[in-house]
């Protein structure tokens, strides 16, 4: 477990369960798997031609079958007690990773509607951007140029 999952376990967002613990660990991962493929094939490509091809092929391709599995994850992990949250009942760190992930991808991408086909990974964003301690930040940090 990174740091970033320690600091969970210790403010309660990791999962009130092991297998929520677990299912929050292994959605930040398919996130981290987002991230990844995003940096490598589109931000850090040097060549505006290729680095234009790669990102309509991720706005287009990759990034809607991300977050078509991801919605299946949230499904799949939620089956009894369906919340619309990532590991369980309530929001845990994984949600909030993907609330920061998917603002990094629609800052850099410059498309403030990727999330439109994709309701519930929305409300999941939202959710979190109004939680008052994230809603708090959000309105007095700093604009970060990229």
Not at 22 to 31: I, T
Not at 83 to 110: H, N, P, Q, R
């Amino acid at each position: 477990m990174d740091l970033v999952g320690v600091l969970a376990v210790l403010a309660g967002l990791a999962g009130r369960s092991p297998m929520e613990e677990y299912r929050a660990n292994a959605s930040v991962d398919f996130m981290m798997d987002l991230k990844l493929d995003f940096y490598q094939n589109v931000h850090l490509v040097k060549d505006e031609a290729q680095k234009a091809e790669n990102r309509k092929k991720f706005l287009e391709e990759t990034f809607p079958s991300f977050a078509q599995r991801m919605v299946r994850l949230i499904y799949t992990a939620n089956h009894e007690n369906y919340s619309g949250c990532f590991a369980g009942k309530e929001i845990t760190w994984a949600d909030i990773e993907w609330a920061t992930t998917a603002d990094l991808i629609m800052t850099l991408v410059k498309e403030t509607n990727l999330l439109a086909r994709f309701p519930l990974l929305q409300r999941i964003k939202r959710d979190v951007e109004t939680m008052p301690g994230i809603a708090r930040y959000l309105e007095t940090r700093p604009e970060t140029p990229f």
